[in-house]
């Protein structure tokens, strides 16, 4: 199965340009995401993505991210064999994300 990948660069481009179309997932454990995440990425840990399949929209392009790839690639093809064609996988991860000195969203203190 062919797994659709965008790396950081085209991310990037894609948030600026047409953000109301897409649908940021990370797939990490909510325990991860505390230590940061991509800007405007909701959290879906992969083992609840069947569980909440219905919380992932039909209309937009969805990205998916993890630490480096392959959760998330793994996810896609998960949601592809279960029909979702707008499904894309973030090539490297938040670890590719934080090597090109992007920002992260940091969860905020009690």
């Given at each position: ?38 800007p405007s990425a909701e959290n879906i840990p992969m083992v609840t993505i ?61």
């Amino acid at each position: 199965m062919f797994i659709n990948e965008i790396d950081v660069g085209e991310l990037v481009s894609m948030m600026e340009d047409k953000p109301d179309s897409l649908q940021i997932i990370d797939v990490r454990s909510a325990q991860e995401v505390t230590q940061g995440s991509i800007p405007s990425a909701e959290n879906i840990p992969m083992v609840t993505i069947p569980l909440r399949v219905e919380d992932i929209s039909e209309d937009k392009d969805i990205i998916l991210i993890c630490r480096s790839g392959a959760r998330s690639g793994q996810a896609c093809a998960w949601l592809q064999q279960n029909g979702r064609t707008k499904v894309t996988n973030l090539r490297g991860g938040v670890i590719a994300w934080a090597r090109s000195g992007l920002q992260f969203d940091l969860p905020k203190s009690a």
